[in-house]
Structure formats: structure tokens, C-alpha cells
């Protein structure tokens, strides 16, 4: 267990709600910036937050202190199912989204198209003739696997860090999986950020280097659960 830093009651881990959406939409644009969804703006992101939470399969939370939000995780304990009600769901609107993302922030429009253009108009085009959807249109680009849950963000106010709020957000989402009977968490974070140290002593396996199908490095880490 982490530090217990927090009274009992003064640390409140929750679902994520649509009014805490625009709170960690500003978190997440000041503590994750430099990552590629971040640079579309906020209001793509407030957008993807929506579509994300919006599926049967996704975990969202967040840790309040009183009203405000300190820490958000956005996962799912069902990939598979996840990234298909997303793409259904929320794909076209995510796409315009992006589209005029690229238009407002060009640097952002320019990354889009070198590292994804193939890829997200393939997606594009099978939402538009109403293909079935398959793993390929996963927008994370990560691989799914079955009976694996994914963490795919998680993050801290900056003045609320090394307090346990991120692994008592994580053990939230192992006990999740364990009512659906999942027994593996999977995340990818960047070989240079320092999060790697936190998976690592909360218990994840570093199962090396893969490359996302954007062509980014990531570390893998897994938690047996
Ligand atoms: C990584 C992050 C989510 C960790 O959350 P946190 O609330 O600060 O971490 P916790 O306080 O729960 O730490 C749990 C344990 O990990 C350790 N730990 C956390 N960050 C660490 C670091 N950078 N280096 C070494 N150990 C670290 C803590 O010391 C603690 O161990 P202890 O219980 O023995 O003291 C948070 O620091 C953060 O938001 N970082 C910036 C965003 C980011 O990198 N997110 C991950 C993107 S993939």
C-alpha cells in the first residue's frame, strides 16, 4: 500500500462525472502536455473524455480533495469492446475534432499527418461505409489482449504527488478487474519519464520496448493482478 497521507475522508477516489470533465481536461493539458492528444487542444480533449467515458467497458476515475479534482486514471478493463463503442460511438466526432485542431494548432496538424494520417483515414473511411469495426481503429494505437485491462492515463496534480493518490487510484482499478474476473493491467509510458520509477514500485513488470503503430518507443509494464 502507498502512503496514507490523506485523512480517511479527505481523499475521495470516485467515478468520473460528466462536471468533472473541463477540471480534467485543465489537469491533464498542465501535467501531460508534451503527450499527443494533449496537443489538439482542450477542446478535443474535452471531447475524448466524454467518448471515453461513455463506454460500457471504460474506468474512469478521479481523486477529489472536496470538490476538486488531484488525480485522474482512464483505462478500460475490456480493450477489445472499448476502443470498438469508441470509434463507433464517438469517431466521426473525434476526427472533425482533430480536424480542426489541426487547423487552430498547425505544429499539432503536421505531427497528426506524419505520425497517424495513413492510419486515422483508414479508420475514417471504414466509419463511413459502417464497416464492422476491428483492433485496428484503436485511436491509443496500443494492443489489446484479451483478459488484459489497459491504464491508459494517469496523472496527478503536480502539489498533490508522492502523497499515494496514484496508487490508491490504480488499486481502484485492480479492484474493478477483479469483479470482472480480469487479471493482467497493461500501460505503455515513455523509456524517459519518470512514472516508470511509480509502476515500478507499485508492483508492474517492465517488459520492454515496444513501439506504438505511430512509431513512438514506450515501455510496457504489467501488472499481474
Ligand atoms: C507518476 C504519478 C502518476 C505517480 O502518482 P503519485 O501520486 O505521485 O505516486 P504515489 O505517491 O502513489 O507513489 C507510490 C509509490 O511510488 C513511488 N514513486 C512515485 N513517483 C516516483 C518517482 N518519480 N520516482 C521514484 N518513486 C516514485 C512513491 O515514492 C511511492 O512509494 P512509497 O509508497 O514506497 O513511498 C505522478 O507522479 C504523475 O502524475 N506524474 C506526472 C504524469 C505522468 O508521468 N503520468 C504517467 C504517464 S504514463
Known amino acids: ?3 496514507q497521507t490523506f ?11 460528466t462536471s468533472d470533465v473541463d477540471s480534467c ?23 475524448y473524455y ?3 467515458m461513455a463506454t460500457s467497458t471504460s474506468v474512469s476515475l478521479v481523486a477529489c480533495i472536496g470538490s476538486d479534482v488531484k488525480g485522474v486514471l482512464l483505462g478500460t478493463y475490456d480493450p477489445k469492446t472499448h476502443y470498438q463503442e469508441f470509434t463507433k460511438g464517438s469517431g466521426s466526432k473525434l476526427a472533425y475534432e482533430m480536424f480542426k485542431a489541426s487547423i487552430i494548432h498547425p505544429a ?8 497517424r494520417g495513413i492510419r486515422y483515414l483508414k479508420g475514417i473511411l471504414r466509419i463511413l461505409r459502417k464497416k464492422k469495426e476491428d483492433s485496428n481503429t484503436q485511436l491509443s494505437g496500443e494492443v489489446e489482449e484479451i483478459n488484459s485491462a489497459e491504464l491508459t492515463h494517469l496523472f496527478i496534480d503536480p502539489r498533490e504527488q508522492g502523497k499515494g493518490i496514484g496508487q490508491q ?3 481502484k482499478m485492480t479492484e474493478l478487474c477483479i469483479e470482472k474476473s ?36 514506450f515501455v510496457r509494464y504489467e501488472l499481474e493482478i
Open 1 to 3: 500500500m502507498g502512503k
Open 7 to 17: 485523512d480517511g475522508d479527505r481523499i475521495l477516489l470516485r467515478q468520473m462525472e
Open 50 to 52: 466524454l467518448s471515453w
Open 25 to 47: 481536461v485543465e489537469l491533464h493539458s498542465a501535467v501531460l502536455g508534451v503527450e499527443f492528444i494533449a496537443k489538439a487542444g482542450k477542446s478535443f480533449l474535452r471531447s
Open 108 to 115: 499539432f496538424g503536421v505531427e497528426l499527418i506524419r505520425t
Open 169 to 171: 487510484l490504480v488499486n
Open 182 to 217: 480480469v487479471q493482467r493491467v497493461v500501460c505503455v509510458t515513455p523509456p524517459e519519464f519518470r512514472a516508470r520509477k511509480f509502476y515500478e514500485k507499485i508492483g508492474f513488470k517492465d517488459m520492454g520496448t515496444t513501439s506504438s503503430k505511430s512509431g513512438e518507443n
